[in-house]
């Protein structure tokens, strides 16, 4: 508990502890850019490999689920300033998203979700004709 | 009673006995004394009463470290990083430094939504617990999580001495 308070206090890159029933669930950091054509997401899940990572999108509702395994349970740490726990964020998207063209990238520890928008609410050029 | 077994100020698994039976209250006055032991023990730890390291806890990347009989382990968290981006080396015996540069997505022209995430250049400085073995020292970068190995320098590490029996 101490370590997830410390990671809380953390002001850097390190995500946010919250409780769940069964150990710590982190809320992972994320940046989310739009474009004309769709929307980015760019989060932090280190530790989480690509079979550990669960991304749904239903409902207007994206949710990023990552699982970390215990890393170091017996360790006696001389310096713990973060603590190991799985990752979970969901996301209320409000654009019309095309859920088929929804892509996901993990490299290093950073996930990259690609949202295109559907073609319906992507803006478009008009060509002006000269009279 | 109930309060005697929860109050363990400096304990890391406070609230797990309950469960979810836990009721909202029991759970928030819990949270706010760990809040208070973590910032007393973050006090102590500063004026060196602490039997735990000197931790300053805003710096960036934050560390794991622990040891066994031939090395000390040093973990942290750099998402988005590669290993060849990072600079890791041993001075003094027992100085380790870490340092490295955290570059913001490459993004077209967009409208931000969240900014969660930092970037930008970082260093930092630890002492290890003993002295090690500075060409031997090992990193790994995995998903995102740093480990760099440390062997132990022969004089640092615990030794059986031999009793002899009258």
């Not at chain 1, 998207?93 to 063209?101: F, H, T, V, Y």
């Not at chain 2, 602490?50 to 622990?66: G, I, K």
Request: net charge negative.
């Amino acid at each position: 508990m101490a370590q997830d308070l410390v990671k809380r206090e953390t002001n850097g890159n390190v995500a946010v502890a919250e409780r769940t029933r069964n150990a710590v669930t982190y809320t992972p950091r994320f940046d989310i850019v739009e474009t004309e054509r769709e929307l980015v997401l760019y989060g932090d899940l280190p530790g989480v490999s690509k079979d550990n990572l669960d991304v749904r999108f239903e409902n207007g509702q994206l949710t990023i689920q990552g699982k970390v395994e215990p890393r170091h349970a017996d360790h006696e740490f001389l310096y713990g300033e973060y603590g190991i726990g799985d990752f979970y964020r969901s996301f209320a998207i409000s654009e019309d998203i095309d859920a088929d063209k929804i892509s996901a990238e993990l490299h290093n520890g950073v996930l990259t979700l690609h949202l295109p928008k559907t073609e319906a609410v992507c803006p478009r050029k008009i060509a002006v004709k000269a009279g | 009673m109930v309060m005697n077994t929860l109050w363990r100020p400096f304990g890391s698994s406070v609230l797990e006995p309950f469960g979810f039976s836990t009721s909202t209250w029991l759970a928030e006055s819990l949270a706010e004394m760990n809040r208070l032991s973590a910032e007393m023990d973050r006090m102590f730890r500063r004026f060196g009463l602490s039997d735990r390291w000197e931790t300053p806890v805003v710096a960036y990347p934050a560390l794991d470290l622990w040891q066994d009989d031939n090395c000390v382990y040093v973990e942290a968290e750099l998402p988005g990083m590669d290993i060849s981006e990072l600079e890791i080396y041993v001075t003094g015996g027992n100085q380790l430094t870490i340092r490295g540069e955290r570059k913001p997505p490459a993004v077209e022209k967009g409208t931000w939504h969240r900014q969660e995430r930092g970037y930008g250049q970082f260093s930092r400085v630890i002492t290890l617990p003993c002295a090690v073995k500075t060409e031997e020292v090992e990193a790994q970068l995995k998903d995102g999580v740093l480990t760099i190995t440390l062997p132990k320098c022969d004089a640092a590490k615990p030794r059986r001495l031999a009793i002899k029996a009258e």
